[in-house]
């Protein structure tokens, strides 16, 4: 009887801590999905707020370069606010850690980064890209091997047309 529990307890003791980790990893993996997630749909509503912002006749302070490439329109007080507003919505729909949140808003349809040549008229394409970084949790006990170990990069990139 008494090896039995002995040999019960030691059972435990070597199937625990795989468990453990496995549990955890079930939540690492659905925490970077739900922030992948996340990612996407920041980019989509940013890329949203600078196609229904930008290029209108109606719209007194567009996002974006305007069809002469300034960003300051004479109509807006202050200047217009180029790409920041967008960003802004991005960053405020991105439900990660607005430490490493990387937002990028690029007018035309050979956008790379910020720097584009293309303008905010209508039935231009607008393209938002965010990316960010994650870190698992079980992360921190391997990093001693490998400092970039469990360190997972999210992209996510939309692209849509700015409205007539």
Partial sequence: MRGARGQALVEFALVAPM???????????????WSRNALENAAREGARYAIVHGGSRTTACPVGPDALGRSDVAECVGGSPATTSAKQVARDWAFVPSDNLTVTICYGADCIDDTST????????VTVRTSTT???????????????????????????????
């Fill in 19 to 33: 468990f453990l980790v496995l549990l955890v990893a079930i939540f690492d993996f659905g925490r970077v999905v």
């Fill in 118 to 125: 293309d303008t905010n008229r209508p039935g231009n394409p």
């Fill in 134 to 164: 994650i870190g698992l949790s079980v992360a921190p006990l391997f990093r001693l091997f490998d400092a970039d170990f469990g360190i997972i990069r999210l992209d996510a990139a939309i692209t849509m047309l700015v409205n007539t």
